[in-house]
């Protein structure tokens, strides 16, 4: 099942803050952040591990809340470079046949005005 | 992380034919994917390229249509066959480094089928 990304869309001035969220109805194992530019290839940005401990670098970071299959990207200060859209990719192993298999949210556009 | 490369990057093919895309990675990586992300839409996982053995496909993708190989750990092929307008999407490797959790993307062959 897909995970339902929120919200679908978001428009920000620089240095206003955003956040967004990724929610799974399946046991998770660990959530992949990637941003994608327009014409360009999703880059990675982090991944939060079961069991594993909030990530953050510069002004981007997340959280994994496993009971609640749930994931968040904080995106703080936001800057130009930020405008993209977000997607999250799950991974369940259930049984380890999903070992590495990421299912993608929907992706949130984010938009950063001067 | 890992530099990825895809070949071609673009290619516009006519209904009926097929083309072969090609994945390169400059170092051994345990684990490969394929995914399509058709316009305006999330990434969907293909299948995941097994080295030395037969390709693992997700529900609605079949070996005949969608023919992969992996003779090595840095190398894989896709081909998309007998096209349709329908197969017109991003084709994307992606690869799992070696003791890492983190996948990385290449920069995708975008494919249109005429």
């Known amino acids: 099942q897909q995970p339902v990304q929120s919200p679908q869309a978001v428009i920000l001035r620089e240095g206003e803050d955003a956040v967004i969220n990724c929610s799974s109805s399946k046991a998770l194992y660990s959530v992949h952040w990637y941003r994608q530019k327009h014409g360009e290839a999703p880059v990675f940005l982090m991944i939060l591990l079961k069991g594993g401990e909030q990530k953050g670098h510069d002004k981007i970071s997340a959280s994994f809340n496993e009971k609640k299959q749930q994931s968040s990207l904080y995106l703080t200060a936001s800057q130009l470079s930020y405008s993209g859209t977000y997607f999250c990719?799950?991974?369940?192993?259930?049984?380890?046949?999903?070992?590495?298999?990421?299912?993608f949210g929907q992706g949130t556009i984010l938009t950063v005005h001067p | 992380s890992a530099v990825i490369s895809q070949k071609p990057s673009r290619d516009i093919c006519q209904r009926g034919t097929s083309l072969t895309i090609q994945c390169q990675v400059d170092?051994?990586?345990?684990?490969m994917f394929w995914y399509r992300q058709q316009p305006g839409q999330s990434l969907t996982l293909i299948a995941t390229?097994?080295?030395?053995?037969?390709?693992?496909?997700e529900s609605g993708f079949v070996i005949d249509k969608f023919p992969i190989s992996r003779p090595n750990l840095t190398f894989s092929t896709l081909t998309v066959s007998n096209m349709s307008p329908e197969d017109s999407s991003i084709y994307l490797c992606?690869?799992?480094?070696?003791?890492?959790?983190?996948?990385?993307f290449g920069p995708g062959t975008r494919l249109t089928v005429t």
């Open positions: 990719g799950t991974e369940g192993r259930a049984g380890g046949t999903s070992y590495g298999k990421l299912t």
């Open positions: 992606s690869v799992e480094e070696v003791e890492r959790y983190e996948q990385y």
């Open positions: 170092s051994q990586v345990t684990m």
């Open positions: 390229a097994n080295q030395g053995s037969e390709a693992t496909y």
